[in-house]
């Protein structure tokens, strides 16, 4: 793995070249193994908190942890190209737009002891920048390069705040077309239903019963890219426990085994669908 600038990354992908990056700012990973159609990401998955933060911050580690998406990148770490976080949602969100990206409360609680100074949130809100920057460029070419793309926007959530039985994997779907996408969205759910997990974990897949699909990541692919379709991918915290800060890493592999193949094979199925003629 390479540490590259901004720039640097968006030359690479340009070019088409195949690299492994973290950014300059450690804000972020990519890979690209091959210059495929479909793109992995896992925008939750950091846990990084600038330490000048720390002190101001009112809430402790373990509650950043228990809202942010761990083991997430673990998930889809193998495919040709991945983009994951590698900073805390609660530094700045990327699946919120830039003005709400950097929260004043969180979950209910107050985030900050003192107000920020916008030179600190500046800090944070130009990172959420180059993020999307580096997003722009790797669809713009994939867009250019098959015709249409697919992103698989991989989430996870806290099942246990719930008060009634809440599906595995949850898809997002009301801010797609989902006239000009309903067969790739029911082959998917119907693929992630049937994975089969550990420890007789039950596997049953939903769209729309948990969560909408509301972000700013899938909203801001959707504007842009015409021809990109981003399913919105939610799987409930099965896979470690949310209570004591402990991730069960034979579910979190067999979670990756399963995930790699079905990807990989709805989105070929994508392509037949959507590409131009």
Same mark, same amino acid.
């Not at 495929?36 to 580690?61: M, P």
């Not at 959530?157 to 599906?167: A, F, Q």
């Not at 842009?224 to 004591?244: G, W």
């Not at 592999?253 to 392509?271: F, G, M, N, R, V």
């Given at each position: 793995?390479?540490? =590259?600038? +901004?720039?640097? !990354?968006?030359?690479? !992908?340009?070019?088409? &070249?195949?690299?492994?990056?973290?950014?300059?700012?450690?804000?972020? &990973?990519?890979? !690209?193994?091959?210059? #495929?159609?479909?793109?992995?990401?896992?925008?939750?998955?950091?846990?990084?908190?600038?330490?000048? =933060?720390? @002190?101001?911050?009112?809430?402790?580690?373990?509650?950043?942890?228990?809202?942010?998406?761990?083991?997430?990148?673990?998930? /889809?770490?193998?495919?040709? !190209?991945? *983009?994951?976080?590698?900073?805390?949602?609660?530094?700045?969100?990327?699946?919120?737009?830039?003005?709400?990206?950097?929260? @004043?409360?969180?979950?209910?609680?107050?985030?900050?002891?003192?107000?920020?100074?916008?030179?600190?949130?500046?800090?944070?809100?130009?990172?959420? %920048?180059?993020?999307?920057?580096?997003?722009?460029?790797?669809?713009?070419?994939?867009?250019?390069?098959?015709?249409?793309?697919?992103?698989?926007?991989?989430?996870?959530?806290?099942?246990?705040?719930?008060?009634?039985?809440?599906?595995?994997?949850?898809?997002?779907?009301?801010? +797609?077309?989902?006239?000009?996408?309903?067969?790739? #969205?029911?082959?998917?759910?119907?693929?992630?239903?049937? *994975?089969?997990?550990?420890?007789?974990?039950?596997?049953?897949?939903?769209?729309?019963?948990?969560?909408?699909?509301?972000?700013?990541?899938?909203?801001? *692919?959707?504007?842009?890219?015409?021809?990109?379709?981003?399913?919105?991918?939610?799987?409930?915290? +099965?896979?470690?426990?949310?209570?004591?800060?402990?991730?069960?890493?034979?579910?979190? &592999?067999? +979670?990756?085994? %399963?995930?790699?193949?079905? /990807?990989?094979?709805?989105?070929? %199925?994508? =392509?037949?669908?959507?590409?131009?003629?």
């Amino acid at each position: 793995m390479e540490k =590259l600038s +901004i720039e640097e !990354i968006i030359s690479k !992908i340009e070019s088409e &070249t195949v690299f492994h990056a973290v950014t300059s700012d450690y804000s972020f &990973t990519i890979k !690209i193994d091959n210059y #495929v159609h479909y793109v992995a990401a896992a925008i939750h998955n950091g846990h990084q908190f600038r330490k000048e =933060l720390w @002190e101001n911050c009112t809430h402790s580690e373990y509650e950043r942890w228990y809202e942010e998406d761990v083991a997430t990148k673990d998930m /889809i770490d193998t495919l040709p !190209i991945v *983009i994951a976080a590698c900073d805390s949602r609660f530094e700045y969100d990327l699946n919120r737009a830039p003005n709400e990206a950097v929260f @004043e409360t969180a979950w209910g609680k107050k985030l900050w002891h003192e107000p920020l100074s916008k030179q600190m949130k500046q800090k944070s809100l130009e990172k959420h %920048q180059h993020f999307y920057k580096v997003v722009d460029a790797l669809l713009l070419k994939l867009e250019s390069k098959f015709g249409a793309c697919i992103v698989y926007d991989l989430h996870s959530y806290n099942w246990k705040r719930w008060d009634r039985e809440v599906p595995t994997f949850n898809l997002g779907t009301s801010n +797609i077309d989902n006239q000009k996408y309903a067969s790739e #969205v029911e082959t998917w759910r119907q693929s992630l239903s049937e *994975i089969e997990l550990p420890h007789h974990i039950k596997s049953q897949a939903e769209v729309n019963d948990v969560f909408q699909g509301n972000g700013n990541f899938l909203k801001h *692919i959707t504007n842009q890219f015409k021809n990109t379709l981003v399913l919105a991918t939610e799987i409930s915290k +099965i896979y470690c426990d949310e209570l004591e800060e402990r991730v069960f890493p034979e579910v979190v &592999t067999s +979670i990756k085994k %399963q995930l790699h193949p079905k /990807i990989e094979s709805h989105a070929h %199925q994508y =392509l037949k669908n959507h590409a131009p003629s």
